[in-house]
Each structure stands twice: as structure tokens, then as C-alpha cells.
């Protein structure tokens, strides 16, 4: 069964920094493109940013663009999201969701999602 | 980047009636080989949003037959032919032409 389980969400002040982590299971991790997609009241679902099977590719929405940064580590079959210079309107839960193919084409299919961690930012 | 408006945004449904939810993208998303990069998923009450329908019309793994998807170009439909108490939840389409992938604001389906 796969399984993505997100962790290091949580109440952070404007400006700074956080690190998501996401721990994959069930599949061959290196084989899949991932992605991170927000979740908030205001927005809706929000794609955030996308990572090739190995991680030459990453595309970020541009609402993130320079302040967060995708990377994977395959021999971890981890996933993560650093995000800086943070700002309220970045609050939301934050899934880790697998593709069905390995690149960052056209066809993203998102399957499965994970839970979520849910990430405030807030003075 | 690719702009998707869905209506109704809420849907109130006497189980075992049908219930229809549009999905309009800005862009066509039909590509060059044919196919229709629109997707649909549910997002159940307290749970992730998962898969239902790939590429216009193909049903995920597991989804029942009384869901159905059609559409081309710019408008797009989900069908439940007979709706259950547990097709309740909030419906996105989503756009997979191009990065960023954009989905629509949503539908909310209750049970009469």
C-alpha cells in the first residue's frame, strides 16, 4: 500500500523558515515524480511546487518562486519542502502527493495524497 | 496560467437522484495527441482529495461506474447517475495541460 506521511508543519512567524518532510512507502520512490499542493480556506488547493524522479527537474508556482525549495532524497524515499521568508498567506495544509509518471510533463496525475501538515504563519 | 471555473459551486442531491458538476478551463486542454488533460478528484469530508477520473473520462482504480465524465476543449461534466450518501464531499477539476496544474474552486455535494 502506499503510503506518504508528511511531517514538520507548524506555528511559525512571518519571515521565517520551515522545513516539510515527507516519507514515502509502498513504491518504488525513485520512479515518480512528486509534488507539494496546499490546501487553504481563502484559496482552495494550490499546486506549490514538482520534482522529476531524480530531482534535475523542479518547477514552483510562482507564488513560491524563490523563497521555497523542492528537493528529494531517493536513498530516503524522502521528499521535502524548504520554505523561507514565509508570509501568512502561505498558511494552509501542505500534501506530498505522488505522480503517476516520472516527469513534470503534461498528464500530472495526482495519486495518492498524503494527509497533510499544516503549516501557520502568523505574528 | 490555465484558469478553471466550476459550477454549480454547491449541490444539494436527494440520494439516488442524478447530479451534474461543470468544469470550464480558459485554454483548451486538448493536446496534439488527442487527449483531454482534465482530471477530476474528491475530496470526502476530513480527508485528502483522491483521484476519480484521469484524462476527460477514465475512471480511477476502485471509483464506481455510476460516475461519468465527458467533455472536450474548454467544458467539461461529471455525472453521478444515482448519488450515495457517501458522494458527499467537495469535487475539483483540475487542468494537467500545463505547469502549474490549476484546479477549479470546487463543488460542494450534500445529501438532501
Known amino acids: 500500500e502506499v503510503q506518504l506521511v508528511e511531517s514538520g508543519g507548524g506555528f511559525v512567524q512571518p519571515g521565517r523558515s520551515l522545513r516539510l518532510s515527507c516519507e514515502a512507502s509502498?513504491?518504488?520512490?525513485?520512479?515518480?515524480?512528486m509534488f507539494w499542493v496546499r490546501q487553504s480556506p481563502g484559496k482552495g488547493l494550490e499546486w506549490v511546487a514538482g520534482?522529476?524522479?531524480?530531482?534535475?527537474?523542479?518547477k514552483y508556482a510562482d507564488s513560491v518562486k524563490g523563497r521555497f525549495t523542492c528537493s528529494r532524497d531517493n536513498a530516503k524515499n524522502s521528499l521535502y519542502l524548504q520554505m523561507d521568508s514565509l508570509r501568512p498567506d502561505d498558511s494552509a495544509l501542505y500534501y506530498c502527493?505522488?505522480?503517476?509518471?516520472?516527469?513534470?510533463?503534461?498528464?500530472?496525475?495526482?495519486?495518492?495524497w498524503g494527509q497533510g501538515t499544516l503549516v501557520t504563519v502568523s505574528s | 496560467d490555465i484558469v478553471m471555473t466550476q459550477s454549480p459551486l454547491s449541490l444539494s442531491v436527494t440520494p439516488g437522484e442524478p447530479a451534474s458538476i461543470s468544469c470550464t478551463s480558459s485554454?483548451?486542454?486538448?493536446?496534439?495527441?488527442?487527449?483531454?488533460?482534465l482530471d477530476w478528484y474528491l475530496q470526502k469530508p476530513g480527508q485528502s482529495p483522491q483521484l476519480l477520473i484521469y484524462l476527460r473520462s477514465n475512471r480511477a482504480s476502485g471509483v464506481p461506474d455510476r460516475f461519468s465524465a465527458s467533455g472536450s476543449g474548454t467544458d467539461f461534466t461529471l455525472k453521478i447517475s444515482k448519488v450515495e450518501t457517501e458522494d458527499v464531499g467537495v469535487y475539483y477539476c483540475?487542468?494537467?495541460?500545463?505547469?502549474?496544474?490549476?484546479f477549479g474552486p470546487g463543488t460542494r455535494v450534500q445529501i438532501k
Open positions: 485554454q483548451s486542454l486538448l493536446h496534439d495527441n488527442g487527449f483531454n488533460y
Open positions: 502527493v505522488k505522480d503517476v509518471g516520472s516527469g513534470l510533463g503534461a498528464g500530472v496525475r495526482l495519486d495518492p
Open positions: 520534482i522529476n524522479w531524480n530531482g534535475d527537474k523542479i
Open positions: 509502498g513504491f518504488t520512490f525513485n520512479d515518480y515524480a
Open positions: 483540475m487542468q494537467s495541460l500545463q505547469t502549474p496544474v490549476t
